[in-house]
Protein backbone atom coordinates (compact mmCIF):
# COMPACT_ATOMS: atom_id res chain seq x y z
CA UNK A 1 0.00 0.00 0.00
CA UNK A 2 0.73 3.64 -0.14
CA UNK A 3 3.25 5.08 2.68
CA UNK A 4 2.19 8.90 3.47
CA UNK A 5 4.20 10.77 5.87
CA UNK A 6 4.36 14.01 7.52
CA UNK A 7 8.03 15.70 6.75
CA UNK A 8 9.39 12.39 7.28
CA UNK A 9 13.59 11.99 6.12
CA UNK A 10 12.83 8.09 4.89
CA UNK A 11 10.31 6.48 2.93
CA UNK A 12 10.51 2.96 1.85
CA UNK A 13 7.70 1.30 -0.76
CA UNK A 14 7.09 -1.79 -2.66
CA UNK A 15 7.84 -1.90 -6.26
CA UNK A 16 4.55 -1.25 -8.13
CA UNK A 17 3.03 0.57 -5.28
CA UNK A 18 2.24 4.69 -5.48
CA UNK A 19 4.35 6.54 -3.30
CA UNK A 20 3.71 9.76 -1.66
CA UNK A 21 6.18 12.12 -0.56
CA UNK A 22 5.08 15.86 1.67
CA UNK A 23 6.43 18.50 1.73
CA UNK A 24 5.41 21.82 3.78
CA UNK A 25 6.37 25.12 2.50
CA UNK A 26 6.97 28.15 4.82
CA UNK A 27 6.51 31.58 2.63
CA UNK A 28 2.54 32.02 1.61
CA UNK A 29 3.73 34.67 -1.41
CA UNK A 30 5.59 31.44 -2.58
CA UNK A 31 3.56 31.18 -6.03
CA UNK A 32 6.36 28.20 -7.39
CA UNK A 33 7.08 25.15 -7.06
CA UNK A 34 9.07 22.38 -8.15
CA UNK A 35 9.80 18.75 -7.04
CA UNK A 36 13.27 17.41 -7.66
CA UNK A 37 14.89 13.85 -7.74
CA UNK A 38 18.74 13.53 -7.09
CA UNK A 39 20.38 10.33 -7.00
CA UNK A 40 23.16 9.48 -5.08
CA UNK A 41 26.05 11.23 -6.51
CA UNK A 42 24.31 13.72 -8.46
CA UNK A 43 23.09 17.00 -9.07
CA UNK A 44 19.40 17.34 -8.40
CA UNK A 45 17.02 16.36 -11.33
CA UNK A 46 13.98 18.61 -12.00
CA UNK A 47 10.77 16.30 -12.22
CA UNK A 48 7.48 18.54 -12.27
CA UNK A 49 6.71 22.12 -11.43
CA UNK A 50 3.19 23.98 -10.67
CA UNK A 51 2.45 27.57 -9.94
CA UNK A 52 0.11 28.67 -7.37
CA UNK A 53 -3.16 28.83 -9.88
CA UNK A 54 -2.99 25.53 -9.86
CA UNK A 55 -3.68 22.72 -7.57
CA UNK A 56 -2.50 19.84 -9.42
CA UNK A 57 -0.43 18.84 -12.58
CA UNK A 58 0.30 15.74 -13.83
CA UNK A 59 3.60 14.27 -15.74
CA UNK A 60 4.11 10.84 -16.57
CA UNK A 61 3.64 8.57 -13.37
CA UNK A 62 4.01 11.63 -11.44
CA UNK A 63 1.48 14.12 -10.25
CA UNK A 64 2.23 17.38 -7.91
CA UNK A 65 -0.99 18.62 -5.48
CA UNK A 66 -0.78 22.36 -4.13
CA UNK A 67 -2.93 23.33 -1.40
CA UNK A 68 -2.18 26.45 -0.67
CA UNK A 69 -4.91 26.65 2.53
CA UNK A 70 -2.44 24.80 4.52
CA UNK A 71 0.95 25.35 2.44
CA UNK A 72 1.56 21.61 1.74
CA UNK A 73 2.82 20.26 -1.27
CA UNK A 74 3.03 16.66 -2.19
CA UNK A 75 4.32 14.20 -5.17
CA UNK A 76 2.95 11.50 -5.98
CA UNK A 77 4.32 8.96 -7.82
CA UNK A 78 2.66 6.18 -9.38
CA UNK A 79 3.81 2.48 -9.77
CA UNK A 80 7.17 2.91 -8.27
CA UNK A 81 9.91 1.38 -9.43
CA UNK A 82 13.44 0.70 -8.12
CA UNK A 83 15.16 3.09 -10.61
CA UNK A 84 12.77 5.95 -8.33
CA UNK A 85 14.88 5.36 -5.03
CA UNK A 86 16.35 8.73 -4.73
CA UNK A 87 16.27 11.74 -2.21
CA UNK A 88 13.38 14.10 -3.19
CA UNK A 89 12.93 17.63 -2.31
CA UNK A 90 10.68 20.66 -3.17
CA UNK A 91 11.74 24.07 -4.41
CA UNK A 92 9.38 27.25 -3.29
CA UNK A 93 9.75 30.68 -4.87
CA UNK A 94 7.93 33.95 -5.08
CA UNK A 95 8.24 34.34 -9.06
CA UNK A 96 9.65 37.89 -10.58
CA UNK A 97 11.28 38.54 -7.29
CA UNK A 98 14.49 37.56 -8.36
CA UNK A 99 14.40 33.75 -8.76
CA UNK A 100 15.54 32.46 -5.67
CA UNK A 101 14.44 29.39 -4.91
CA UNK A 102 14.13 27.75 -0.92
CA UNK A 103 14.62 24.27 -0.38
CA UNK A 104 13.62 21.67 1.97
CA UNK A 105 15.67 18.93 3.42
CA UNK A 106 14.18 16.47 1.35
CA UNK A 107 12.56 12.65 1.56
CA UNK A 108 14.74 9.38 0.80
CA UNK A 109 12.64 6.95 -0.73
CA UNK A 110 13.64 3.68 -1.02
CA UNK A 111 11.77 1.07 -3.47
CA UNK A 112 11.88 -2.90 -2.17
CA UNK A 113 12.11 -5.02 -4.81
CA UNK B 1 18.49 19.19 -23.17
CA UNK B 2 19.99 22.04 -21.04
CA UNK B 3 23.68 20.95 -19.41
CA UNK B 4 25.47 22.44 -16.91
CA UNK B 5 28.78 20.98 -16.03
CA UNK B 6 30.93 21.62 -12.63
CA UNK B 7 34.78 20.62 -13.60
CA UNK B 8 35.80 18.93 -10.74
CA UNK B 9 33.54 15.67 -9.07
CA UNK B 10 35.69 15.65 -5.80
CA UNK B 11 38.25 17.91 -4.60
CA UNK B 12 40.72 18.02 -1.55
CA UNK B 13 42.41 21.04 -0.55
CA UNK B 14 44.17 22.01 2.70
CA UNK B 15 43.03 24.65 5.42
CA UNK B 16 44.23 28.02 4.07
CA UNK B 17 44.13 27.31 0.30
CA UNK B 18 42.46 29.91 -2.34
CA UNK B 19 39.79 27.40 -4.33
CA UNK B 20 38.24 27.43 -7.58
CA UNK B 21 35.44 25.51 -8.61
CA UNK B 22 34.50 26.38 -12.04
CA UNK B 23 30.90 26.31 -14.01
CA UNK B 24 29.76 26.41 -17.53
CA UNK B 25 26.21 26.15 -18.73
CA UNK B 26 25.31 25.37 -22.90
CA UNK B 27 22.19 27.37 -23.01
CA UNK B 28 22.88 30.53 -22.80
CA UNK B 29 21.10 30.58 -19.47
CA UNK B 30 20.83 34.52 -18.13
CA UNK B 31 20.84 33.24 -14.76
CA UNK B 32 23.66 31.81 -12.73
CA UNK B 33 23.69 30.28 -9.15
CA UNK B 34 26.15 28.10 -6.35
CA UNK B 35 24.45 26.49 -3.54
CA UNK B 36 25.97 24.27 -1.28
CA UNK B 37 24.42 21.37 0.24
CA UNK B 38 24.87 19.87 3.58
CA UNK B 39 23.42 16.82 5.93
CA UNK B 40 20.05 18.22 7.22
CA UNK B 41 20.00 21.57 5.86
CA UNK B 42 19.20 20.99 2.39
CA UNK B 43 20.57 23.55 -0.33
CA UNK B 44 22.04 26.76 0.95
CA UNK B 45 22.48 29.74 -1.48
CA UNK B 46 25.15 31.39 -1.56
CA UNK B 47 25.47 33.60 -4.48
CA UNK B 48 24.16 33.88 -8.00
CA UNK B 49 23.99 36.34 -10.80
CA UNK B 50 21.78 37.63 -13.44
CA UNK B 51 24.18 38.70 -16.05
CA UNK B 52 27.67 39.00 -16.66
CA UNK B 53 29.46 41.16 -14.51
CA UNK B 54 27.05 41.40 -12.02
CA UNK B 55 26.40 39.02 -8.83
CA UNK B 56 24.13 39.12 -6.04
CA UNK B 57 24.79 37.45 -2.25
CA UNK B 58 22.54 34.53 -1.26
CA UNK B 59 22.04 33.34 2.21
CA UNK B 60 25.48 32.37 3.44
CA UNK B 61 27.92 34.34 1.25
CA UNK B 62 30.87 34.46 3.89
CA UNK B 63 33.95 33.23 3.06
CA UNK B 64 33.36 33.25 -0.73
CA UNK B 65 33.58 35.18 -3.85
CA UNK B 66 32.14 34.95 -7.37
CA UNK B 67 33.26 35.59 -10.73
CA UNK B 68 31.02 35.63 -14.02
CA UNK B 69 33.21 37.42 -17.00
CA UNK B 70 31.33 35.45 -19.33
CA UNK B 71 27.39 34.37 -19.61
CA UNK B 72 28.13 31.12 -19.57
CA UNK B 73 30.77 30.87 -16.93
CA UNK B 74 29.70 31.36 -13.21
CA UNK B 75 33.25 30.72 -10.81
CA UNK B 76 32.86 30.10 -7.14
CA UNK B 77 36.10 30.87 -4.84
CA UNK B 78 37.02 30.20 -1.74
CA UNK B 79 39.99 32.88 -0.99
CA UNK B 80 41.08 30.78 2.55
CA UNK B 81 39.64 27.48 2.30
CA UNK B 82 38.13 26.29 5.97
CA UNK B 83 37.14 22.94 7.06
CA UNK B 84 33.68 24.34 7.59
CA UNK B 85 33.25 24.95 3.64
CA UNK B 86 33.67 21.09 3.16
CA UNK B 87 30.57 20.34 1.37
CA UNK B 88 29.03 19.77 -1.61
CA UNK B 89 29.11 22.09 -4.16
CA UNK B 90 25.75 23.02 -6.71
CA UNK B 91 25.63 24.83 -9.52
CA UNK B 92 22.42 25.86 -11.56
CA UNK B 93 21.41 28.13 -14.25
CA UNK B 94 17.72 29.18 -15.49
CA UNK B 95 16.50 31.39 -18.11
CA UNK B 96 13.61 33.88 -17.78
CA UNK B 97 12.25 32.68 -20.78
CA UNK B 98 11.69 28.96 -19.20
CA UNK B 99 9.59 29.82 -15.84
CA UNK B 100 12.64 30.19 -14.42
CA UNK B 101 13.08 25.99 -13.98
CA UNK B 102 16.68 25.30 -11.83
CA UNK B 103 18.89 23.59 -13.93
CA UNK B 104 21.57 21.45 -12.25
CA UNK B 105 25.18 20.37 -12.55
CA UNK B 106 26.54 17.35 -11.05
CA UNK B 107 28.33 19.18 -8.45
CA UNK B 108 31.53 18.74 -6.57
CA UNK B 109 31.83 17.41 -3.34
CA UNK B 110 35.05 19.43 -1.66
CA UNK B 111 36.99 18.11 1.58
CA UNK B 112 38.92 20.91 3.22
CA UNK B 113 41.73 19.39 5.71
Known amino acids: GESVGLHLPTLSVQEGDNSIINCAYS??????FIWYKQESGKGPQFIIDIRSNMDKRQGQRVTVLLNKTVKHLSLQIAATQPGDSAVYFCAESVMNTGNQFYFGTGTSLTVIP | DVKVTQSSRYLVKRTGEKVFLECVQD?????MFWYRQDPGLGLRLIYF???????EKGDIPEGYSVSREKKERFSLILESASTNQTSMYLC????????????FGSGTQLSVL
Open chain 1, 27 to 32: NSASDY
Open chain 2, 92 to 103: ASSSVLDNEKLF
Open chain 2, 27 to 31: MDHEN
Open chain 2, 49 to 55: SYDVKMK
